[in-house]
């Protein structure tokens, strides 16, 4: 290998890395990180709390279904909060009611009181949390790190939560037996006042730290018009919704499968979750780098989604379990590598100043997606068995890949090129009211 190779090979894995350069970036993805892992340990140790309540897989399935509904809710006011208030402010608030809600479920597990029911009401509790943080935490990032650090930054939010995916089941597979799903639960609480600290110590710059004047209905109204003018968001919506609708096939049925096919116990149902955020580390750390500088990013996300639908057949087939872990490793391969560039084509496509409702808009309709797939596949999957639904989201996804090709996402990266050689819209994101009025006026 030559000299000038390993250079540019050297600089692709670099490029990974380069937002923890940041400091205050490095500060909140270690937080991230140590949070996100108590809440795969902590969505572990429910669902498996669940299997031994309730013998359904449409209630286990249901799991997955009653944490998304609150995006459905509640996200789109979530996003348009988050572009009228100190969003600094409303993350710290955000984390207290996590933290509340995670005790809540932890004290009545300590006091023997659990049934299906309550979880699912805790489980949606902790949704609404994660609803009104979603928008607000993603409007955080672009303005934490700079354009150039912000295909890194996407990168590392999805090892972040693959981090936390492949640590987190395995800790709460081992903590659950030991020590009981109540302290897992109050473990997780902890961990969401970990995140309200870190996010104190952020210095919030003083011109996005001031709130809006606009009222919540004419800042709702404002991004819904703007919406409506952005092609290329209706292209990223129609594109993330597709994608989602297909993607929740795995918290849906794999658990249900992992469970009552593969008859795992409390320990190699975390490692099959493991073996997921495993590959989605893999996919991270040393493939999306080295896609990014040969394909765009339509070409990645067909290839990653092609990917994904393999590995529906052959979970829809094979019922080894040193077989399936290696295929749900390549199952998070696809979801990391399609999730990351839909992500980062969105944040290049949207202005500052209406980039929490934008996020919103798109979260709200993705989460609605999971609601929808998670109904469809619990009940395949409750009637026909798990191996049938994983089998009918892999030939329906095939079909929706084909014909959304058109559809292609390369806008984004143009745009990108053309904010680098000096023609940015930062004039627009910096004066938003005379395009909100016309924009109120075009409707």
């Known amino acids: 290998m030559s000299k000038m190779s390993r250079l540019v090979r050297r600089e692709i894995m670099n490029a990974s890395w380069t937002a923890l350069r940041n400091p205050a970036f490095r500060r909140l993805w270690i937080a991230s990180v140590v949070s996100g892992t108590c809440v795969a340990a902590h969505d572990h140790a429910a669902t498996y709390v669940m299997n031994t309540l309730a013998a359904s897989p449409f209630l286990i399935s249901l799991i997955s279904t009653v944490a998304s509904l609150p995006f459905v809710l509640f996200t789109l006011p979530a996003g348009a909060l988050a572009d009228q208030v100190n969003r600094k402010r409303l993350v710290c608030?955000?984390?207290?009611?996590?933290?509340?809600?995670?005790?809540?479920?932890?004290?009545?597990?300590?006091?023997?009181?659990?049934?299906?029911?309550?979880?699912?009401?805790?489980?949606?509790?902790?949704?609404?949390?994660?609803?009104?943080?979603?928008?607000?935490?993603?409007?955080?990032?672009?303005?934490?790190?700079?354009?150039?650090?912000?295909?890194?930054?996407?990168?590392?939010?999805?090892?972040?939560?693959?981090?936390?995916?492949?640590?987190?089941?395995?800790?709460?597979?081992?903590?659950?037996?030991?020590?009981?799903?109540?302290?897992?639960?109050?473990?997780?609480?902890?961990?969401?006042?970990?995140?309200?600290?870190?996010?104190?110590?952020?210095?919030?710059?003083?011109?996005?730290?001031?709130?809006?004047?606009?009222?919540?209905?004419?800042?709702?109204?404002?991004?819904?018009?703007?919406?409506?003018?952005?092609?290329?968001?209706?292209?990223?919506?129609?594109?993330?919704?597709?994608?989602?609708?297909?993607?929740?096939?795995?918290?849906?049925?794999?658990?249900?499968?992992?469970?009552?096919?593969?008859?795992?116990?409390?320990?190699?149902?975390?490692?099959?979750?493991?073996?997921?955020?495993?590959?989605?580390?893999?996919?991270?750390?040393?493939?999306?780098?080295?896609?990014?500088?040969?394909?765009?990013?339509?070409?990645?996300?067909?290839?990653?989604?092609?990917?994904?639908?393999?590995?529906?057949?052959?979970?829809?087939?094979?019922?080894?379990?040193?077989?399936?872990?290696?295929?749900?490793?390549?199952?998070?391969?696809?979801?990391?590598?399609?999730?990351?560039?839909?992500?980062?084509?969105?944040?290049?496509s949207m202005p500052d100043w209406v980039r929490g409702r934008m996020n919103a808009i798109i979260m709200m309709v993705s989460q609605g997606a999971t609601v929808l797939g998670g109904l469809i596949w619990g009940i395949v999957a409750a009637t026909a068995g798990p191996g049938c639904a994983l089998l009918s989201a892999a030939a329906l996804f095939l079909i929706s890949v084909l014909l959304t090709a058109k559809l292609s996402i390369d806008f984004a990266a143009g745009m990108h090129k053309r904010a680098l050689n000096g023609h940015s819209t930062k004039g627009q994101e910096a004066a938003p009211a005379p395009l909100a009025t016309g924009l109120l006026a075009a409707g």
């Open 93 to 348: 608030a955000i984390n207290v009611w996590l933290a509340i809600a995670a005790a809540v479920l932890a004290i009545l597990g300590w006091l023997q009181l659990l049934n299906p029911y309550l979880i699912l009401i805790c489980v949606f509790f902790l949704g609404i949390g994660f609803a009104f943080n979603a928008p607000t935490w993603t409007s955080i990032v672009p303005q934490v790190v700079s354009d150039a650090e912000l295909p890194s930054a996407a990168t590392l939010s999805g090892l972040q939560f693959n981090i936390s995916g492949i640590v987190g089941p395995v800790l709460g597979g081992l903590l659950v037996p030991l020590v009981g799903a109540h302290l897992v639960f109050i473990a997780n609480s902890t961990c969401f006042l970990f995140v309200f600290l870190s996010v104190l110590q952020w210095e919030q710059p003083e011109a996005l730290a001031k709130a809006s004047s606009e009222n919540l209905s004419r800042s709702l109204s404002t991004a819904i018009r703007y919406f409506r003018c952005a092609s290329s968001l209706q292209i990223l919506l129609a594109r993330n919704f597709l994608f989602t609708l297909f993607i929740s096939a795995i918290p849906a049925v794999v658990p249900v499968l992992g469970l009552k096919v593969l008859h795992l116990n409390a320990s190699n149902l975390g490692l099959l979750f493991t073996s997921m955020g495993t590959g989605s580390v893999i996919a991270a750390l040393f493939i999306a780098s080295r896609l990014r500088a040969h394909f765009s990013p339509n070409t990645i996300i067909f290839l990653a989604n092609l990917l994904v639908i393999l590995t529906y057949v052959l979970m829809g087939f094979v019922r080894q379990t040193e077989l399936f872990f290696p295929i749900a490793a390549l199952a998070g391969v696809g979801w990391t590598l399609s999730a990351s560039e839909l992500w980062i084509a969105a944040q290049r």
